[in-house]
């Protein structure tokens, strides 16, 4: 699944391929505040991106945008060439009916900050779900497909236990294994590890670096940034509800550009020396 | 006053057969009023606004206006559309749908108190409402449905002697009749309200015994 057009993760200039996601000039108010202010950027195919910024600064409402959890106010997103959420009738943008937007939805899988499994099912049925009622994959070809993506994210052993009896990093993990049975062209993380204890931070992310590894599509929104320098190829930095910087991981990290982006790594490294036993 | 006994022996078997026919009446209405009612209150969270407008408006004609009035609207107004149904079924007929609109609200309000976070991970994997609602919502709400649709049952068996108004044979007219033969009102209703007593001490305990075996997460 190696793309082509991709040299250390940014599309060669005049690259033929259409980037899969293209969002255009996205914005979004909750009444009069507006937090999303346009804002426009392209994943390639197998490209990982790292989308960070301070708190309130409209990643995760940007991620939510991306499929229509939250409805963007304007702009648009397109994957694969195909726009979403909208239709284009006579120049006015209409809704798409319910039942087309969910079809769409399918294809952008979305891992949530806290899990958001369904209680009363197994971590097997929180994963076949999806395929069986929304994919119309038979029972058992379903719980099949969903074992298999259990067991490419290490929980083989844990199949039948409800999400309560789960540490938060298997929940996690079964809520990656939900996204990816539905075999989606790319997925969005929303802090997938901001509500885990730090012990059980790097499970998911082993999890989510081998998914990168090989190839899947992932816009990541995360406080994680060394995990972001490690895997990501490029780096989007939202602030106020724009995009401040966007760089490739090694180069953002490395000589940031824009005043804001300088002030949040100073800021995080900071805390970070701060949290670590090596320095007290 | 001497107490007559010979009136509760010769009462027990027509009440028993009272009760009998009340029982069955009750629980043929519970079943059609409940399944109704769950129709209705997934129709009331959908995202089709007729549905939820027809909802509205079931629920308020039913709320608004008293089971006595539905019944006999119910009786008089069946064979006019051309339905024809004995006594019993036009009974069973009204309580069901009286039934039918306080369900509805029973589900749409436990329904939509299950968490926001399961609408967005169901819309996430291409769920649309109704499959939102029928595979991951409704599931998550029977347990803190059951007090509230327990008070209904309740309810239902108790209203069923309403029925007695358009001759329907179950508890309350089996009572009437004795006390037509051999007027003894008092220790005869006395009878009939540890009978409706000892039916619904039944269904609570039942209700609060599924309660604790229904599945916890």
Not at chain 1, 150 to 173: I, N, T, W, Y
Not at chain 1, 195 to 213: H, K, R
Request: charged share 15%; aromatic share 8%; with cysteine.
């Amino acid at each position: 699944m190696v793309n082509e057009n991709l040299v250390g993760g940014l599309r060669a200039p005049g690259a033929s391929v259409p980037p899969l996601l293209e969002v255009r000039n996205l914005r979004k108010s909750f009444g009069n505040v507006e937090v999303i202010k346009g804002v426009s950027f392209d994943v390639a195919e197998g490209e990982t991106i790292g989308l960070i910024g301070s708190s309130g600064s409209g990643k995760t409402t940007i991620l939510r945008c991306l499929n229509f959890i939250t409805m963007p106010s304007s702009g648009s997103v397109h994957l694969s060439g195909e726009r979403l959420g909208f239709e284009t009738v006579r120049g006015a943008d209409r809704l798409l009916p319910e039942r087309t937007l969910a079809a769409q939805r399918r294809r952008l899988g979305f891992v949530f900050q806290r899990f958001n499994l369904f209680p009363h099912l197994t971590a097997l049925e929180n994963v076949a779900i999806g395929p069986q009622r929304v994919l119309g994959l038979s029972r058992s070809e379903a719980q099949e497909r969903a074992a298999k993506d259990l067991e490419r994210v290490f929980l083989a052993d844990h199949m039948k236990k409800r999400p309560s009896q789960l540490s938060g990093g298997q929940q996690q993990r079964v809520a990656i294994a939900r996204a990816l049975s539905m075999r989606p062209s790319i997925i969005l993380f929303d802090e997938p590890t901001s509500s885990l204890d730090p012990e059980l931070v790097n499970e998911v992310l082993s999890v989510m670096q081998i998914l990168a590894t090989n190839g899947m599509t992932m816009v990541i929104v995360t406080h994680e940034l060394g995990f972001v320098r490690k895997i990501a190829n490029r780096v989007i930095f939202m602030h106020g509800g724009v995009v401040k910087e966007e760089q490739p991981a090694e180069q953002f990290f490395q000589n940031p550009k824009q005043p804001e982006t300088i002030q949040f790594l100073q800021h995080l490294s900071q805390q970070e020396a701060r949290s670590d036993p090596a320095h007290i | 006053m001497a107490i007559d006994w010979g009136v509760y022996v010769s009462a027990l078997p027509i009440l028993w057969e009272g009760t009998i026919a009340t029982l069955e009446i009750s629980f043929c209405a519970i079943i059609l009023g409940t399944l109704g009612g769950l129709v209705l209150g997934i129709l009331s969270l959908s995202a089709w606004g007729p549905a939820r407008a027809f909802v509205r408006g079931y629920v308020d004609f039913i709320r608004g206006t008293p089971l006595l009035v539905q019944i006999f609207l119910v009786f008089f107004a069946l064979p006019v559309v051309g339905i024809s149904l004995n006594e019993t079924w036009s009974g069973i007929a009204a309580l069901s749908l009286n039934c039918a609109g306080y369900v509805s609200e029973i589900v749409r309000g436990t329904v939509s108190g299950v968490e926001e976070g399961q609408s967005d991970a169901a819309k996430a994997i291409g769920m649309t409402r109704i499959q939102t609602i029928v595979y991951i919502l409704v599931p998550q709400a029977i347990r803190p449905m059951l007090p509230a649709m327990t008070n209904e049952l309740i309810s239902l068996i108790k209203n069923s002697s309403l029925l007695s108004v358009i001759a329907v044979y179950e508890l309350m007219n089996a009572a009437k009749g004795i006390i037509a033969t051999d007027f003894v009102p008092f220790q005869i209703y006395t009878l009939v309200a540890i009978f409706y007593f000892i039916m619904v001490s039944l269904v609570a305990s039942l209700s609060r015994y599924v309660e604790r075996r229904l599945p916890a997460w």
